[in-house]
């Protein structure tokens, strides 16, 4: 066989070149709405919503409050997250399809409106309260009939943040409901250890005001770190045995929970599936999980939909233009990709998002992000013209669901309702 030359070989490498570039050449993408977002399209378009708005579809809701509600084992309760469904009729839609009075709270203020707007509740912390907080609430009580020393449980974390409390309710003469942060692995906060648990212990056995309710471990850590040779499940482990030797504990210290009853709370939304009613907590919570955002697309949530949408019209759909200073880039992007040929300004943006549908947007890498009018590009098969309303599926649900005023419910073809939210807080 004849050997090749150093110019044969050079137009074969240069031919393989071509053809691998051509193979990693983007194809063209994009579609209009289908039919599912045409028709929230059409019902924010005939209730007269043009401005961004936050878009619940109320049929995906109640089949995500159902499945949740389905999922749990018989025997451990559901209490619902309210930082992440942020809106007292949202929360009343959820706890009617579940059948749960029980929240979890995690500021003043949501505890405040919480107990004038409903006084049936029954509330728990998600994070310690600094002391001055607490006792704000305590001198200026709800004028609802909600009961702060019998319907709230204090998530208390520590020796010290226990012994502010005690102090408060010696001077306020209340008693407190205290609820014992434990720290299961995430070492966020909460009791780290048995030496630190026994220093509660004693404070609580001395202080017949401060009355123990029960114990919260968050364990969302669990499905966040690398799955490497089996650390989730090992995680998850972790987090059962420790929940197990906390309670085992404090049930042999001779304290008496409040009604004989105890609030033994893990989970989130990430984690709920994994627990069952034979361990060592009797309640999970779950929050963004009903309205699934991004950051809960995994394994153990896919049985729920996306259920929650930014919705925002289109300012201006132009060929894309780079800005002066980097338009030889721009060209030299819009001729590999396709996608990047027309260009549309969107109102307001920058959102803790991403684009959903029409689908094959993009946001321009020669364009930073904009608040105002954020562009996106695409190869324009999406059809859209100014006017026409883009979806953006959150990445998560709290603090989002805050930013636009009050959430259009869309059942079927049309806006049903008008949510509106609570202020946005920490």
Sequence with gaps: MPSMTRRQWLGLTALAGGA??????????????????????????????????????RERLHANARQVRANL???LALRLVNKSLPSLPLLDEVAGLTGTRRQMVFNLPYLRWLAEQRPDSDVLLGKPFPVAAAAQLLTEPPRSGFDMSRQVQWLVDSPSRLAQYRDLARGQRVALRINLEIDVG?????????????QVIALLREEPLLRWSGLMGYDAHTQKIPDLAGSRARAHEHVLSTYRERLTALQG???SPVDGALTLNTGGSPTYRLHRAGGPANEVAVGSALVKPIDFDTPLLADLQPAAWIATPVL???GFRAPDGVQALGRLAQG????????HFIHGGH???????PEGLQASGLIGPSSNQQLFLGSGRQGLQPDDLVFFRPTQSEAVLQQFGDIAVVEGDRVVA?????????
């Design 418 to 426: 008008m949510w509106p939210t609570f202020p946005a807080r920490g």
């Design 253 to 255: 210290s001779g304290l």
């Design 73 to 75: 084992d018989q025997g």
């Design 351 to 357: 959102w803790l998002a991403l684009p959903e549908s």
């Design 336 to 343: 590999w990709d396709p996608n990047q040929r027309t260009a």
């Design 316 to 318: 201006k759909v132009q």
């Design 186 to 198: 995430l070492h966020r906060g909460g009791v780290p250890d048995e030496a630190t648990l026994q």
């Design 20 to 57: 691998t570039a051509l193979a990693l050449k983007p194809a063209e993408t994009g579609a209009p709405h289908g039919a599912f977002f045409a028709r929230l399209s059409q019902a924010l378009r005939q209730a007269g919503l043009n401005q961004p708005t936050l878009v619940i579809d």
